[in-house]
């Protein structure tokens, strides 16, 4: 099992900044993919962000250019740097850890940006 525990979210205004953290415990080794998706109310949960085990990212159109994924191996968490944050960037933000054939996911963050 792998437990994902993030912390970060809150209220910001539009064109601020924010940083999510999603902290990983249990079996962690052979994850070979994190990432960070997101739901707003009435929509379908997709993809942010995410960052293989090799340090590759890849990101949804809609956050290039202003939200940066990393990881500190160390710490065995994950970071999601969120700036020039948009009122259409509210939702909760979810955490995700890949170990074949496994999907972990942890409990979401509220993120609301405010016009």
């Known amino acids: 099992q792998v437990q994902l525990v993030e912390s970060g979210g809150g209220l910001v205004q539009a064109g601020g900044s924010l940083r999510l953290s999603c902290a990983a415990s249990g079996s962690i080794f052979s994850i070979n993919l994190m990432g960070w998706y997101r739901q707003a109310p009435g929509k379908q949960r997709e993809l942010v962000a995410h960052?293989?085990?090799?340090?590759?990212?890849d990101y949804a159109d809609s956050v290039k250019g202003r939200f940066t994924i990393s990881r500190d191996n160390a710490k065995n968490t994950v970071y999601l740097q969120m700036n020039s944050l948009k009122p259409e960037d509210t939702a909760v933000y979810y955490c995700a850890a890949a170990r074949h054939p496994n999907i972990y996911w942890g409990q979401g963050t509220q993120v609301t940006v405010s016009s």
């Open positions: 960052i293989t085990s090799g340090g590759s990212t």
